[in-house]
């Protein structure tokens, strides 16, 4: 299943891509899309409804394919070819850290660079979103947790994620910084993870091409490994880290400026395309 959200900021509800290609209203199954509402047990009975007796809506715009996340962990460092372009060893362990769930956008709003940034960049990503609880669970048994997997853009803003001191949250996590969508794409239609076809280009200019199978750690051994140290729950994304070709691994640098467009995908989850402009001042924000 595709499942989306369709509607204005806040006011999305939840939608069935329909294999007739018409968008089908999912609010008499489900609240929303988000938490418990994409466990493995609840996507199962949306799964054996009866899709084309639901209402048909028109497109609109795209809000995240989750209305909220849990949690929203990020693997830093997780191809070889990124580790190498931002001088850093391959890591021996995962490497972790989140972004803040208020990064949430949706896929084609628009990139809001924030006061002070001078160093802003993207990062297209493989985004996995849990369906069972998870603690301790085995590599074997990971791929089994997962509900779906969805686009993500890791938007950053470098000085403030690498000159500023402490945790990379810091550079990850302002409004609009964490696009996610179009669809959340059920795992039955992605057989093997870490064969999957991923692009960024900005201004048409393409500037990361890759496939997951450049990981240095796989989704199962990323879902065991966070599991030893955390409980995971149904709705929790996780950013599985991005391929070379960020600004950041440019000589020099080509930093987002606004006016810029970014297009980014993967095969078979769909694709994003944001505008960068200046965040609203301080007193213009609700
Ligand atoms: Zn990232």
């Not at 940034?117 to 791929?143: P, R, T, W």
Request: with cysteine; aromatic share 6%; glycine share 10%.
């Amino acid at each position: 299943m595709k499942l989306l959200r369709i509607g204005a900021p806040a006011a999305e509800i939840p939608v069935i891509w329909h294999e007739d290609g018409s968008y089908r209203d999912l609010s008499s199954l489900v609240g929303d899309l988000a938490g418990s509402t994409v466990s493995l047990e609840t996507l199962e009975r949306l799964r054996a409804a009866d899709h084309g007796a639901l209402p048909e809506i028109a497109p609109d715009r795209i809000g995240s394919c989750l209305a909220w996340v849990p949690n929203f962990h990020c693997i830093g460092l997780n191809y070889r070819r990124h580790a190498e372009e931002s001088g850093m060893a391959a890591p021996s362990e995962p490497i972790l850290f989140n972004k803040a769930s208020t990064a949430l956008s949706g896929p084609n709003d628009p990139i809001l660079r924030p006061a002070g940034s001078s160093q802003l960049d993207y990062e297209v990503e493989l985004g996995v979103v849990i369906g069972a609880v998870c603690e301790h669970v085995s590599e074997a048994e990971a791929l089994e947790k997962i509900a779906g997997y969805c686009v993500v853009n890791d938007v950053s803003e470098r000085s403030f994620q690498l000159t500023r001191q402490g945790q990379w949250v810091k550079g990850k996590s302002a409004p609009s910084f964490g696009p996610v969508g179009p669809w959340l794409v059920t795992a039955d239609e992605v057989p093997d993870p870490q064969d999957l076809k991923c692009w960024l280009d900005v201004n048409g200019e393409t500037r990361q091409l890759s496939t997951t199978g450049d990981m240095i750690f796989s989704v199962a051994e990323i879902i065991s490994y966070l599991s030893r140290f955390m409980r995971l729950v149904p709705g929790d994304l996780i950013a599985t880290g991005t391929p070379e070709g960020v600004a950041m691994g440019m000589e020099p640098p080509q930093w987002l400026q606004p006016g810029d467009e970014v297009n980014l995908g993967f095969v078979g989850l769909g694709e994003q395309t944001q505008i960068v402009e200046e965040a609203p001042a301080p007193s213009l924000v609700p």
